[in-house]
């Protein structure tokens, strides 16, 4: 079946940094762009970053923009997404999905998804 695993959240300090992943299991990985999503409490989950099947795309939020890069290494099934400078307002559980629609930043175009990773950033 089906499976996205993240890791790597925790807790960390303001202008710190996390290095998030996600393996990919029961699909063919490398046919698909996947992305990075975000819900803090009581806010919709929202889109951070994404990248192509190829790797050679990627998209970002403004927000995080210069801040965050999403790879993928399609031999081993996973997706990374590195964040350095974390602000407060990066706070959320981030989890990945796996693209399967026209769009890369609506949940809807996403079809498989991962459990989510608390990320917690401090002041």
């Known amino acids: 079946q089906v499976q996205l695993v993240e890791s790597g959240g925790g807790l960390v300090q303001a202008g710190g940094s996390l290095r998030l992943s996600c393996a990919a299991s029961g699909f063919t990985f490398k046919s698909y762009s996947m992305g990075w999503f975000r819900q803090a409490p009581g806010k919709e989950r929202e889109f951070v970053a994404r990248?192509?099947?190829?790797?050679?795309?990627?998209n970002y939020a403004d927000s995080v923009k210069g801040r965050f890069t999403i790879s993928r290494d399609n031999a081993k099934n996973m997706v990374y997404l590195q964040m350095n400078s974390l602000k407060i307002e990066d706070t959320a559980v981030y989890y990945c999905?796996?693209?399967?629609?026209?769009?890369?930043?609506?949940?809807?175009?996403?079809?498989?998804w991962g459990q989510g990773t608390q990320v917690t950033v401090s002041s």
């Open positions: 990248i192509s099947w190829s790797g050679g795309v990627t």
């Open positions: 999905a796996a693209n399967l629609g026209s769009t890369y930043y609506r949940t809807d175009d996403y079809g498989y």
